[in-house]
């Protein structure tokens, strides 16, 4: 819907990566084929108006290459959007070079300005090491002066208006998105009609069910939330707040200091995150909290680790709950938690 409204209203989009055309995660079907002639066709150019032109392709193997090139294109095409897709975020890796010789740091070499997006799909499932992780703490760490932007939707009306506004904003900077795996198909992660007709992208979400008085707040991002939600509705708590960070850069300072102020009596204060602590954003929030609200937060998360992820899915179980158990408390059922 966020790629058809803006053909309609003439704005190319350019979309290119590992299985973009069908979508990895079945987040789209592009391009259908025909199973006897094998004649392609793309619903998106046939919109039966007048419209921009929709540009998919299913790119090689060659992370390097090809977003590099989606970079150059970027340059030389400023309307509309120029996305590039990893299969997973993991396979960024392989780009390292581009991102760091061109795509941060491009507009303060040469003045080269560059609204390319990155479609990462990020989130630990316990699919194993080189399936989870975008890395995202190798993005922040490269973020100065507005270099690029950072968001992590975890609604379909939030990555709808990101998709938008980076298309129709006076600006020109690259956009990473750390894009949804398992939110694609999850019961609590939707979003109606009119959440898309009206409204815009917030860099940070309170709790659609806020305490009336919240002794706990926890600070997070990503699938983890709707996971803390079931927990503290399972528990049944009435004091804990569970507010998403939506944007990690440009931080979101003025915003997140509205929300979190209106439970400043609350005694405890957590950020909770899936990644290990030397990954993921709790590196780069974790001042930004201390000094916004003066106040010490928690770390909940997994322990720092060399990998990503463990290979073991019984053993992410495992993690997973205790981080829950942690951060909101444990189940009734004592096995719940073993």
Same mark, same amino acid.
Not at 39 to 63: C, F, H, R, T
Not at 215 to 236: A, D
Not at 277 to 282: E, F, I, K, L, Y
Not at 319 to 329: C, D, H, K, N, P
């Given at each position: 819907?966020?790629?058809?409204?803006?053909?309609? !209203?003439?704005?190319?989009?350019?979309?290119?990566?590992?299985?973009?055309?069908?979508?990895?995660?079945?987040?789209?079907?592009?391009?259908?084929?025909?199973?006897?002639? !094998?004649?392609?066709?793309?619903?998106?150019?046939?919109?039966?108006?007048?419209?921009?032109?929709?540009?998919?392709?299913?790119?090689?193997?060659?992370?390097?290459?090809?977003?590099?090139?989606?970079?150059?294109?970027?340059?030389?095409?400023?309307?509309?959007?120029?996305?590039?897709?990893?299969?997973?975020?993991?396979?960024?890796?392989?780009?390292?070079?581009?991102?760091?010789?061109?795509?941060?740091?491009?507009?303060?070499?040469?003045?080269?300005?560059?609204?390319?997006?990155?479609?990462?799909?990020?989130?630990?499932?316990?699919?194993?090491?080189?399936?989870?992780?975008?890395?995202?703490?190798?993005?922040?760490?490269?973020?100065?002066?507005?270099?690029?932007?950072?968001?992590?939707?975890?609604?379909?009306?939030?990555?709808?208006?990101?998709?938008?506004?980076?298309?129709?904003?006076?600006?020109?900077?690259?956009?990473?998105?750390?894009?949804?795996?398992?939110?694609?198909?999850?019961?609590?992660? +939707?979003?109606?009609?009119?959440?898309?007709?009206?409204?815009?992208?917030?860099?940070?979400?309170?709790?659609?069910?806020?305490?009336?008085?919240?002794?706990?707040?926890?600070?997070?991002?990503?699938?983890?939330?709707?996971?803390?939600?079931?927990?503290?509705?399972?528990?049944?708590?009435?004091?804990?707040?569970?507010?998403?960070?939506?944007?990690?850069?440009?931080?979101?300072?003025?915003?997140?200091?509205?929300?979190?102020?209106?439970?400043?009596?609350?005694?405890?204060?957590?950020?909770?995150?899936?990644?290990?602590?030397?990954?993921?954003?709790?590196?780069? +929030?974790?001042?930004?909290?201390?000094?916004?609200?003066?106040?010490?937060?928690?770390?909940?998360?997994?322990?720092?680790?060399?990998?990503?992820?463990?290979?073991?899915?019984?053993?992410?179980?495992?993690?997973?709950?205790?981080?829950?158990?942690?951060?909101?408390?444990?189940?009734?059922?004592?096995?719940?938690?073993?």
């Amino acid at each position: 819907l966020a790629v058809a409204s803006l053909l309609a !209203e003439n704005i190319p989009i350019r979309l290119s990566g590992q299985d973009s055309g069908r979508g990895t995660f079945s987040q789209r079907q592009s391009v259908l084929t025909d199973i006897e002639t !094998e004649e392609k066709y793309v619903p998106l150019n046939n919109l039966g108006i007048k419209q921009a032109p929709y540009m998919v392709y299913d790119s090689l193997l060659s992370e390097t290459g090809v977003l590099g090139f989606e970079y150059g294109y970027s340059l030389t095409q400023p309307k509309g959007l120029v996305i590039w897709e990893a299969q997973f975020g993991d396979f960024v890796n392989n780009a390292q070079s581009i991102i760091d010789l061109y795509i941060v740091s491009g507009e303060a070499k040469w003045q080269r300005l560059s609204g390319l997006v990155m479609l990462l799909p990020h989130g630990l499932e316990g699919l194993g090491p080189e399936h989870s992780s975008a890395r995202p703490e190798r993005f922040l760490q490269l973020c100065a002066y507005d270099n690029i932007q950072v968001c992590i939707p975890s609604l379909p009306s939030q990555y709808f208006h990101l998709l938008r506004k980076q298309a129709k904003v006076n600006y020109r900077k690259p956009l990473v998105i750390l894009s949804p795996k398992s939110l694609l198909r999850h019961s609590l992660s +939707v979003s109606s009609l009119k959440d898309l007709e009206e409204g815009s992208f917030q860099e940070v979400l309170d709790d659609p069910d806020p305490p009336v008085k919240a002794t706990r707040v926890i600070l997070c991002s990503g699938k983890i939330y709707y996971e803390l939600l079931n927990r503290r509705q399972e528990r049944g708590d009435d004091d804990i707040a569970i507010i998403r960070l939506e944007q990690y850069y440009p931080f979101p300072e003025q915003s997140l200091k509205n929300i979190l102020s209106k439970y400043n009596k609350a005694k405890l204060w957590s950020w909770v995150q899936e990644e290990p602590s030397n990954m993921g954003a709790w590196s780069f +929030v974790r001042h930004r909290l201390d000094k916004l609200m003066k106040k010490n937060f928690n770390y909940v998360g997994r322990d720092a680790s060399a990998s990503p992820a463990t290979g073991f899915p019984k053993l992410y179980h495992k993690q997973q709950r205790e981080i829950l158990s942690t951060a909101v408390g444990p189940l009734g059922n004592a096995n719940a938690t073993a």
